[in-house]
Nanobody, 128 residues
Framework: QVLLEESGGGSVQTGDSLTLSCVVS????????MAWFRQAPEKSREFVAA??????????YYTNAVKGRFTISRDNAKNTAYLQMISLQPEDTAVYYC???????????????????WGKGTLVTVSS
């Protein structure tokens, strides 16, 4: 069984920064592409960012709304994925979920249906 545990959420002001972490345990971290999704109140879950496995050169993907502000990364030695967020806006308020997938490299890493495992989420609240 693969377990994902997010941390780093909190309440911040517009323009602030936060870094979310996702620790993976149970199976070799390098086997999985990692992704972040978010779900705002009364909205459906949406893709935020993804990073491929090391053997796929760690290619990254972002939704347009966060390009230039969010950075996804992974530390394979620490079994941890990160989402660095800067210039946070009220519309970034959501529960952020970490997910892992063994899907073949490519655009599917941006699909929630392709994820094999999910964390429980961490809340990010951005006030104006």
């Amino acid at each position: 069984q693969v377990l994902l545990e997010e941390s780093g959420g909190g309440s911040v002001q517009t323009g602030d920064s936060l870094t979310l972490s996702c620790v993976v345990s149970g199976r070799p971290f390098s086997n999985y592409a990692m992704a972040w999704f978010r779900q705002a109140p009364e909205k459906s879950r949406e893709f935020v960012a993804a990073i491929e496995r090391p053997r796929s050169d760690g290619r990254t993907y972002y939704t347009n709304a966060v390009k230039g502000r969010f950075t996804i990364s992974r530390d394979n030695a620490k079994n941890t994925a990160y989402l660095q967020m800067i210039s946070l806006q009220p519309e970034d308020t959501a529960v952020y979920y970490c997910a892992a997938t063994s899907v073949f490299p490519g655009a599917l890493v941006m699909s929630a249906r392709a994820m094999d495992y999910w964390g429980k989420g961490t809340l990010v609240t951005v006030s104006s």
